[in-house]
Nanobody, 117 residues
Framework: QVQLVESGGGLVQAGGSLRLSCAASRSGRAFSFRAMGWYRQAPGKQRELVAEITFGGNSNYADSVKGRFTISRDNAMTRVYLQMADLKPEDTAVYYC?????????WGNGTQVTVYS
């Protein structure tokens, strides 16, 4: 069973930074995806794309985070990171790691990010 495990969430003051990490594994070994990314879901709202990156290194960001967030990955596409800067209260949400396989996808359980003013 493929697993995605997120880490790095927490409580931060507006204007601060956080770095999220996500590791993919299957049966205890690192697992490679074709694409990986981060989504978030705030209370009462739908889950939305934050950023995604392909095996070839192409990345895509939500307009709301462009210039503040940076997605990166390891060469094998087994880990993905989200560096978040200049955080705003509206960034408060549960952040989910996503892995795309082409014919399916996997989700992590999420990590809470709370930004206070």
């Amino acid at each position: 069973q493929v697993q995605l495990v997120e880490s790095g969430g927490g409580l931060v003051q507006a204007g601060g930074s956080l770095r999220l990490s996500c590791a993919a594994s299957r049966s205890g070994r690192a697992f490679s995806f074709r694409a990986m990314g981060w989504y978030r879901q705030a209370p009462g709202k739908q889950r939305e794309l934050v950023a995604e990156i392909t095996f070839g290194g192409n990345s895509n960001y939500a307009d709301s985070v462009k210039g503040r967030f940076t997605i990166s990955r390891d060469n094998a596409m087994t880990r993905v990171y989200l560096q978040m800067a200049d955080l705003k209260p509206e960034d408060t949400a549960v952040y989910y790691c996503w892995g795309g396989l082409g014919v399916g996808s996997k989700w992590g359980n999420g990590t809470q990010v709370t930004v206070y003013s």
